[in-house]
Nanobody
Framework: QVQLVESGGGLVQPGGSVTLSCAASGPTWTLYSIGWFRRAPGKDREKVATIFWIGERPWYSDSVKGRSSITKDGRTKTVSLQINDLKTEDTATYYC???????????WGQGTQVTVST
C-alpha cells in the first residue's frame, strides 16, 4: 500500500504562510487523488483541499479558498499545500490521505501540527 508522510508544520504567526508536504512512497503508480484534512481540538475532521494526479482539478474548502494552493510533483510523488494569511483558526493537525477511484480514503499519514499564534 501507499505510505504517506507529512512534513512542514510548525509555529507560524497570524498572517504568515505555511507549506505542508505529503510525500508518497511504495506503489505510487497506483495514486489516484490526494486530500489534505485537518483536525482542530474539539472539532470534527475537515477536508481542506484535494487534487487528482491526472487532470489535477484542485478543490478547496471555503475556509481556505482564496488563500491556499494545492500542487503536486509527479516526479517526486509529493503533494504540497500552501496556506497564506494564516489565522488562529487554522491551528490543527494536518493529515494527507490518498483516495481510490471510488472515493474511498485508503491511507493516512501520521499528521503534522500547525500552530498559528503570536
Amino acid at each position: 500500500q501507499v505510505q504517506l508522510v507529512e512534513s512542514g508544520g510548525g509555529l507560524v504567526q497570524p498572517g504568515g504562510s505555511v507549506t505542508l508536504s505529503c510525500a508518497a512512497s511504495g506503489p505510487t503508480w497506483t495514486l489516484y487523488s490526494i486530500g489534505w484534512f485537518r483536525r482542530a481540538p474539539g472539532k470534527d475532521r475537515e477536508k481542506v483541499a484535494t487534487i487528482f494526479w491526472i487532470g489535477e482539478r484542485p478543490w478547496y474548502s471555503d475556509s481556505v479558498k482564496g488563500r491556499s494552493s494545492i500542487t503536486k510533483d509527479g516526479r517526486t510523488k509529493t503533494v504540497s499545500l500552501q496556506i497564506n494569511d494564516l489565522k488562529t483558526e487554522d491551528t490543527a493537525t494536518y493529515y494527507c490521505a490518498n483516495a481510490d477511484p471510488a472515493g474511498e480514503w485508503q491511507t493516512w499519514g501520521q499528521g503534522t501540527q500547525v500552530t498559528v499564534s503570536t
